[in-house]
């Protein structure tokens, strides 16, 4: 069987797992209604987040229980950087230049999320650490996937969104995603216990409620 754990953390936060891939900035993605000061604000965060992410996997690296454990760490670093790729050209579309993009400071939001999973690996095992990052990679292919079957969702000319859902919809990021439930899967065998599932659960339940409020910020375009 495959994502056990990841598919019991999730329905035992459902409410919370719901707000966040059924968000109205991700609904106004979907149908291209989003207004776009908010995706470019919620873009240039997401920039910002993604090197704090890689920083967070690379403790991955470290806390890797052996040699296979910490290669597939070590990719995940690459897989993330090569997101940033997507940032910058959208970036560049508008005329902002990496170095603008690079300069602009982290919003709160930005903070607390990639700070909360950075801290749940310096403290924990890498069961705590793949358990906070899950919801990342994990739900951001669930929203490709799913909006990827709506009806404009791929769309160019219906939808200005249809570049960052096909990034995320395609193959190589689900392919991602699905490497990530398998290593929660081998990290589970490893190490999961009964009495550790509360813990871990009120660490993806954050990390879940860190995601909406991601989305939130670039609705609001706060800072
Ligand atoms: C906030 C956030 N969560 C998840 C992903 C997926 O990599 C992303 N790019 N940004």
Redesign the pocket.
Known sequence: MVAVLFERLKRDAASAWSAYIDHEFVRGLGDGSLPKPAFQHYLVQ?YL??IEFARAYAIGVYKAPDLAEMRKAADGIGA?LN?TSLHLRLCASWGLSPDAVASTRQARATIA?TRFVQEAGLRGDMLDLVVALSP??V??AEIGAVLAARGQGLDDGANPYAAWIAEYAGESYQALAFDSLAQIDRLAARSLTEARYPALLALFEEAVRL?AD?WQMGLDGSM
Do not use: A, N, Q, T
Request: net charge negative.
């Open positions: 997401d987040f993604l993330i997101e999320y990342c990679v739900g951001y995601e991601f």
